[in-house]
C-alpha cells in the first residue's frame, strides 16, 4: 500500500467508523488512569500520618504566623531580605520525615511500573480494535479478543520500550554527572552521551516501531513482531521512510496545535485531540503501510446509538450523523439513569464522603482564603476559553472514570475521592457564601453529569468482574462498553451547558451576590 492510500485509510476508518475506533482509545486512557492510584494512596496515608499526629497543622500555624509578620513585596525583600524562622523550618522538616519521604518514594516507583504494564494493555486494546474495524469486525470486541491473547506481549514490548529509553538516558545522566568533578569534563561528556543517547533512543524507535502491528496482524508474539519490524528498514525501506515523514508531521501538527491551544488559553483540548484522532490516525497508517493491502471501511453499523441497534445508512451526511450519534448519546444517558441508578449513587456516596472528610481537615485549620474583590477573575479573562477549557477538560474527567471501570473501578473510585476530596477542601477554607455563589450556577448540573460518568465506570466494573468470575459473557461487556461511550456522548451536551453555564453566567451571579 501506498502512504497516500495508508493515510486515505486512516482518514476514512476514523470518518466512517468512529464507534468502533474511539472507544478503544478511551479503554485505553481507562487503563492508563491507573497510574495515579498508586501515588494517590501515597499522598493520601502520608496526609493521614500528618494530620494524625499534628504536624500538618503545626505547619500551617507557622506558615501563618510567618506570612503575617513578612512583607512578601518584592521591593522590600530585595533591601531586607526575610530569614525562615526556626518553628517554621522544623514544622518543613518535620513533615518531610524520612517515613513520608518513603511512603512518596514508593508510590512514585510503584507507578512507574503500573505505568509501563498499563501502556502495554492499552497498546493492545488499541492495535487489536483498530486492526478489527479494518477488517469489518467489531472494534471493540476485537480489542477484547486481542487482549486476552496478546497482553503478555504487549506488555513484554513496553518493558523493552522502556528499557531502551533509559539505557538511551543513561550516558546522559554520567555526563552530568560529571560536573560536580569538572565542568569541562562535564560539558564534554554531556554532549557526547546527548548524542549517544539520542542516537540510541531514535534507532530503536525505528526498529520497533512497527513490532505492535506484527503481533496483532502476523500473531508471532513479541519475539517474531520484534524481528519482523527490526527487518523492515532492510527489507522494505521505503516503508519506514513513508512512516517517519508522516509521524513527524503528526507530531508536529501536535506541537504545533499544543502551543497554539496553550496561547488561547484552552491547553486541555491537546488531551482530547491527541490521544483521540492523532494518535488512532497513526496507528491506522501504520497498519496499512505494514499490512500492504488496503482494507475496506464501510460506515459502522453502530453509529446509531440509540438502542445499540445494527442499523446502517451510508448516504447520511457527516453532519447527520454527527447529530444522531449525540441525540443517541442523550437517550443512552436518560436510559442508563433509568436502568442503574443504583450505581450512581454509589459514586455520589464516595464522592460525598471524600468531601465531608476533606472539609472537616481544613475546616479544622481555622484557614480561610480571602474571597476575591472581582469575583469574575477566578473563571479567567476570555469567557469563551474559559467555556472551551471546562468542557474538554470535565468531558476527558468522564470519560477516564468512566473507562477506568474497566480497571475493576479503581481509577473511578480515585477519581470519585479526588474530586470530592477537592470540592470539600475548598468548602472549608472559602467563605461559604462565596463558595455556593462559585460553584452552584455551573455544579448542580455538573456535578450530577460526574457523577453519573463515576456510577458508570463502577458499572463496568462490575461487569469486568462477572467476566472475569464467569458469570458474565464478554458480548455482555462489549454491550457496556459501548453503552459507556454513548453515555459519554450524552454527557459532552450536559458539560457543554455546565461551561456555558460556568463561562458566561456564574461570574454575574457571583459578583451580583458578593457584591
Known amino acids: 500500500m501506498t502512504v497516500g492510500s495508508a493515510l486515505q485509510t486512516g482518514l476514512r476508518l476514523l470518518v466512517d467508523r468512529p464507534a ?154 554520567i555526563g ?60 522494505r525501506p521505503w516503508t519506514v521512510v513513508g512512516y517517519v515523514v508522516v509521524a513527524i508531521t503528526v507530531f508536529a501538527v501536535l506541537s ?25 490516525f497513526l496507528d491506522i497508517f501504520k497498519f496499512g503501510l505494514y499490512a500492504d493491502r488496503s482494507f475496506p471501511i464501510a460506515e459502522s453499523a453502530t453509529d446509531t446509538a440509540a438502542g445499540g441497534r445494527a442499523v446502517t445508512h451510508p448516504a447520511r451526511s457527516h453532519r447527520a450523523r454527527f447529530v444522531a ?14 436502568r442503574a441508578p443504583l450505581s450512581v449513587l454509589f459514586a455520589t456516596a464516595i464522592f460525598a464522603a471524600a468531601a465531608i472528610v476533606s472539609f472537616q481537615i481544613t475546616a479544622g485549620f481555622g484557614t480561610e482564603i480571602p474571597t476575591p474583590a472581582e469575583p469574575g477573575t477566578v473563571f479567567g479573562a476570555l469567557p469563551v476559553n474559559t467555556f472551551v477549557m471546562l468542557a474538554a477538560n470535565n468531558w476527558l474527567v468522564s470519560a477516564t472514570a468512566t473507562f477506568g471501570g474497566f480497571a475493576l473501578g479503581v481509577p473511578t473510585g480515585v477519581d470519585m475521592l479526588l474530586n470530592g476530596g477537592l470540592v470539600g477542601a475548598l468548602y472549608g477554607v472559602t467563605d461559604r457564601t462565596a463558595f455556593l455563589a462559585l460553584v452552584a450556577p455551573h455544579g448542580v448540573i455538573e456535578l450530577p453529569a460526574i457523577f453519573v460518568a463515576g456510577g458508570l465506570g463502577f458499572h463496568i466494573a462490575a461487569v469486568v468482574l462477572g467476566v472475569l468470575t464467569g458469570g458474565v459473557t464478554v458480548s455482555t461487556l462489549v454491550e457496556k462498553l459501548r453503552l459507556a461511550y454513548r453515555v459519554l456522548l450524552g454527557l459532552a451536551v450536559v458539560l457543554i451547558v455546565a461551561a456555558l453555564i460556568e463561562a458566561f453566567l456564574t461570574p454575574a451571579i457571583a459578583a451580583s451576590v458578593l457584591g
Open 325 to 338: 450519534a449525540f441525540r443517541g448519546g442523550l437517550a443512552a444517558l436518560g436510559g442508563f439513569l433509568r
Open 176 to 235: 552530568l554527572g560529571l560536573f560536580g568533578l569538572s565542568p569541562a569534563a562535564g560539558v564534554a561528556a554531556t554532549a557526547v552521551g546527548v548524542l549517544l543517547g539520542v542516537g540510541l533512543i531514535v534507532v530503536s524507535s525505528l526498529l520497533l516501531a512497527f513490532a505492535g502491528q506484527s503481533i496483532v496482524t502476523d500473531d508471532v508474539g513479541l519475539a517474531g513482531g520484534v524481528r519482523r519490524s527490526a527487518r523492515l528498514p532492510v527489507t
Open 20 to 173: 468502533d475506533v474511539l472507544p478503544v482509545y478511551l479503554l485505553g486512557i481507562g487503563l492508563t488512569a491507573t497510574v495515579r492510584v498508586p501515588l494517590v494512596v501515597a499522598v493520601g496515608a502520608a496526609l493521614a500520618i500528618l494530620v494524625s499526629d499534628g504536624r500538618l497543622e503545626a505547619l500551617v500555624t507557622e506558615l501563618e504566623a510567618f506570612l503575617e509578620t513578612t512583607d512578601l513585596d518584592p521591593a522590600a525583600l530585595e533591601t531586607a531580605p526575610s530569614s525562615i524562622p526556626a518553628g517554621l523550618e522544623t514544622a518543613v522538616g518535620d513533615v518531610f520525615s524520612p517515613a513520608v519521604i518513603g511512603l512518596l518514594g514508593g508510590g512514585i516507583i510503584i507507578a512507574l511500573v503500573v505505568g509501563v504494564v498499563a501502556g502495554g494493555l492499552s497498546n493492545a486494546v488499541a492495535l487489536h480494535g483498530i486492526y478489527g474495524a479494518l477488517r469489518g469486525d467489531d472494534g471493540v470486541r476485537a480489542a477484547l479478543g486481542g487482549l486476552g491473547d496478546d497482553w503478555l506481549s504487549f506488555v513484554g514490548l513496553s518493558i523493552l520500550q522502556t528499557l531502551l529509553t533509559l539505557l538511551g538516558l543513561l550516558p546522559i545522566v
Open 256 to 280: 504545533i496545535l499544543g502551543s497554539l491551544f496553550s496561547l488561547l488559553g484552552v491547553s486541555q483540548l491537546s488531551g482530547l485531540v491527541g490521544p483521540l484522532l492523532l494518535l488512532p
